[in-house]
């Protein structure tokens, strides 16, 4: 069930919210369980068994290891951490990587890192092991970040699956956070997704040099708000049932250098991979060296997590060597000046996403002889002037997205979300969120393929 769909906001979710606000306190969590695994049935009906057992494996392994961690550490404290890790990323290597699956199950790389997070915290004496199997059923399978994340630890949430509650400044601010979450996905990321659904249709060797850089750009501030909208969404739903889910994304575009970027993009994800996977093999404290060799660990399974084929690769390898390049030498060039750093970053980012973009291999090198024509051979059939007519359609679309990719639309809405102003803002964007969900096709969010 896709959030930015009327199924989800008209009758799934009014019908939950009433039936949890009405339940006993005690009996929160089960609604919610219960809720969630009925949200994710609704289209994932045949992979809704591997859910609930990745919750009862994960319970089982964390109580053994739990209780021998409070008779002192052990090896088979370190037996059971590896088995229940095998069970978790196997099943992941299984439908993602082994091309025996026919299909990706919803949401499997991100609740199998979630749950990792959990048996490894559990296993370094972090966090106690949850005694609750609904409680821990809960937290894995909450709707709000159930598919798409962000990425959440127990500890942050431990204290609200115990108790919480929800007051109306906390439903008004959830409820407001949706919206704006919806505005960012079928206002912004929808509309100008459809430039980019345009250059794919004419085929990356019939497009100018113009018209590729209109796509580059277009996709960035695409899959930007696009998942940006996913994770504001989650923070609201999260909101209105008691819970505070982190922030993923904070303006990204607005970064320096690409190091920085990653630091504001995706941030649970970059942060899952820095305590689990970087720090472990140590960090930055042995040296440049070993610093570079653990960078490259993290980006190529970074890489992989996001998918097998070779598009990937190219796109974490490019990336590596921007973040190699600028340990060595050129962080300090971009620190000096103010201007320098961002123009760096609009040009390099959106470079990369198109191997992210562009899953044949071939067809992005010739993207790339498009957007450098003086590195290849010009193609025959390129219409010099095809750029036009889509600048005349899409410049209001980048207008918004460029404004929106900067802190002020968020600021100016902090002083103002209290005051008639903000409500009166958000119900435009309700507005228009529901005239374009009325008018467009389910377009389902795009880090759902992950």
């Keep these: 069930m896709v959030f930015s769909s009327f199924s989800f906001l008209f009758r799934f979710l009014p019908v939950f919210l009433i039936i949890y606000y009405l339940t006993p306190v005690r009996f929160k969590n089960l609604v919610l369980f219960a809720g969630s695994i009925a949200f994710y049935t609704v289209g994932e009906a045949e992979y809704v068994i591997l859910l609930a057992g990745c919750v009862l494996v994960n319970y089982l392994f964390a109580r053994l290891m739990y209780r021998d961690y409070m008779e002192g550490r052990g090896t088979k404290q370190k037996v059971l951490l590896v088995l229940?890790?095998?069970?978790?990323?196997?099943?992941?290597?299984?439908?993602?990587?082994?091309?025996?699956?026919?299909?990706?199950?919803?949401?499997?790389?991100?609740?199998?890192?979630?749950?990792?997070?959990?048996?490894?915290?559990?296993?370094?004496?972090?966090?106690?092991?949850?005694?609750?199997?609904?409680k821990l059923g809960t937290y894995l399978t909450m709707f709000p970040q159930l598919v798409a994340g962000p990425?959440?630890?127990?500890?942050?949430?431990?204290?609200?699956?115990?108790?919480?509650?929800?007051?109306?400044?906390?439903?008004?601010?959830?409820?407001?956070?949706?919206?704006?979450?919806?505005?960012?996905k079928v206002i912004i990321a929808d509309r100008i997704g459809l430039l980019w659904n345009h250059v794919r249709m004419i085929g990356v060797s019939s497009i100018s040099t113009q018209l590729a850089w209109m796509g580059a750009f277009a996709y960035s501030l695409e899959l930007y708000f696009d998942f940006a909208g996913y994770s504001l969404m989650a923070r609201g739903l999260g909101s209105m049932l008691g819970f505070k889910i982190p922030v993923n994304f904070r303006h990204p575009y607005m970064a320096k250098s690409v190091s920085e970027f990653w630091r504001r993009w995706h941030i649970t994800l970059g942060r899952w991979f820095r305590e689990y996977v970087y720090i472990p093999l140590g960090g930055n404290r042995r040296g440049r060296a070993r610093t570079f060799f653990n960078l490259f660990v993290v980006w190529a399974l970074t890489a992989l997590w996001h998918g097998s084929s070779?598009?990937?690769?190219?796109?974490g390898a490019s990336l590596l060597c921007a973040l190699a390049a600028e340990k060595l030498f050129l962080q300090r060039f971009l620190e000096r000046s103010r201007v320098i750093g961002h123009v760096y970053v609009l040009f390099v980012v959106p470079l990369t996403w198109m191997a992210f973009a562009i899953t044949d291999i071939r067809e992005i090198w010739i993207y790339m002889t498009r957007l450098f024509p003086f590195f290849g051979r010009t193609a025959v059939a390129v219409n010099a002037r095809d750029y036009i007519q889509p600048a005349k359609d899409y410049w209001p679309?980048?207008?918004?997205?460029?404004?929106?990719?900067?802190?002020?639309?968020?600021?100016?809405?902090?002083?103002?979300?209290?005051?008639?102003?903000?409500?009166?803002?958000?119900?435009?964007?309700?507005?228009?969120?529901?005239?374009?969900?009325t008018i467009s096709t389910n377009n389902p969010f795009m880090y759902f393929n992950f």
Excluded: C, M
């Design 84 to 134: 229940a890790l095998v069970y978790d990323f196997g099943l992941l290597f299984f439908f993602k990587y082994s091309g025996f699956a026919e299909e990706l199950p919803l949401g499997i790389s991100f609740y199998t890192f979630q749950i990792a997070a959990y048996i490894i915290d559990v296993y370094r004496g972090k966090v106690p092991a949850e005694r609750s199997f609904v």
């Design 151 to 184: 990425i959440i630890n127990y500890s942050e949430v431990r204290s609200a699956l115990n108790h919480r509650r929800v007051t109306i400044e906390q439903f008004e601010d959830g409820l407001k956070t949706l919206i704006i979450g919806l505005g960012a």
């Design 310 to 315: 070779g598009n990937f690769l190219i796109w």
């Design 397 to 437: 679309l980048f207008a918004l997205g460029i404004l929106f990719s900067t802190p002020l639309p968020s600021e100016i809405y902090r002083r103002i979300r209290r005051r008639w102003a903000g409500s009166i803002a958000v119900a435009v964007i309700l507005a228009l969120g529901v005239y374009y969900l």
